[in-house]
């Protein structure tokens, strides 16, 4: 069975290379990796292939950057060429960017099998443009991959038959689990003159937050309260850094001299700085999980999240844009009082095994009645 596997943004390689790792431990099962260029740069892109072991991809589609439309529509054009070329069996793309919502649209059209991997997580907020990525993905799809309870029951709402849905747990876990120790050692805290839980780590992309100014400027505000109490060390995605411009907030920022920007960091960098941080202040979906199993307290600035679980059982607390929720959260943490928790046992660092097993067997069924 031909399986094109997609990646095509920097939350993807995270989650396909733990796949690809164990698909090809099938002699069943033929992996044909495929790089939409979502995201195309080193930092956004090639330090992933190069930190995680992924192979130079098979297909490389150069779609670039562009708006929603323009990019899901350059995506779709130049990846049923590929099909047409590769003629896969099997489409398998994972969670919430354009590039999944785009291929699997893709497969869907060309009556190609579609299997989403970290399907049925909902944030039910569908001003968010993955959210909308997240429904249409699952919809179309033939296998459901699924990384907690919460996101089951949000399908059967939907009325997915619960034939087509595999609860595998998160398969980021295993990217985390696998390389902790060694991103731990990658001497970034030497680097930026940081010692363990001597700082916050902090992400911030999300249109709701950067987008709009006085949004931006109340994050700002929080953050020169509390970068006072301690470090913060703040890496600048390419849309945070264009709009901090675009507002002329600039020299606001050069102002907070606790305040640490870097450009955007490799993953294995990236960890190090999260398993020493004192707590991480974020609007990603990612961060909220991996602080979670962490145990590391995570104040998301959103008013809403696909991850239920980490708020129910792991670290996370959603204090959305709200200048003094932002501070008050955090200084309870600098205080002694962060929040621990746990998180499920699915999240165990088998999850690729588990979802290749499983195609495995879609192989040989398929295989059979043939």
């Known amino acids: 069975m ?39 740069d080193y930092e956004m892109s090639q330090v992933f292939f190069d930190e995680l072991d992924i192979p130079k991809p098979d297909v ?35 969670g919430d960017v354009n590039s999944t919502m785009a291929c699997a649209i893709v497969g869907a059209k060309l009556c190609i099998p579609v299997a989403h991997v970290e399907a049925g997580i909902r944030s039910f907020d569908r001003t968010m443009p993955e959210e909308i990525n997240r429904i249409l993905t699952d919809v179309i799809s033939d296998y459901l991959f699924t990384p907690m309870e919460d996101a089951n029951e949000n399908l059967r709402k939907e009325g997915i038959p619960a034939e087509k849905v595999f609860l595998v747990g998160d398969v980021m876990i295993d990217t985390l689990l696998k390389y902790r120790e060694k991103a731990s050692s990658t001497g970034i805290l030497n ?3 940081l010692e363990k839980n001597s700082y916050a780590l902090m992400t911030l992309h999300r249109p709701s937050n950067v987008d709009i100014r006085s949004n931006l400027v109340g994050i700002l505000d929080a953050l020169d309260e509390i970068q006072g109490k301690i470090k913060i060390v703040l890496s600048l995605h390419p849309r945070t850094k264009a709009r901090i411009k675009e507002f002329g907030l600039e020299a606001r920022v050069s102002a907070m001299k606790n305040l640490v920007t870097t450009e955007p960091l490799g993953y294995l960098e990236f960890m190090g700085l999260m398993i020493n941080a004192k707590f991480v202040l974020s609007d990603s979906g990612g961060m909220q999980t991996e602080s979670t199993v962490l145990n590391i307290p995570c104040l998301t600035m959103r008013e809403n999240t696909e991850r239920p679980e980490t708020i129910r059982e792991g670290t996370n607390i959603l204090v959305g844009n709200d200048t003094q929720r932002i501070i008050e959260e955090s200084m309870k943490i600098m205080n002694g009082n962060g929040k621990t928790g746990s998180y499920p046992i699915i999240w165990d660092g088998h999850v690729a095994k588990r979802i290749a097993e499983i195609l495995n067997d879609i192989s040989e069924r398929d295989k059979a009645r043939t």
């Open 2 to 40: 031909k399986i094109a596997c997609i990646a095509g943004a920097r939350p993807n390689f995270m989650k396909i290379a733990p796949i690809l790792e164990e698909i090809r431990k099938y002699p069943n099962l033929e992996p044909i990796l495929v790089h939409t260029g979502q995201h195309y």
């Open 60 to 94: 490389y589609l150069e779609v670039g950057s562009g708006s929603h439309a323009v990019q899901t529509a350059k995506i779709m054009m130049t990846f049923e060429e590929s099909v047409i070329q590769h003629k896969p069996d099997l489409i398998l793309v994972v």
């Open 191 to 193: 680097k930026l003159e």
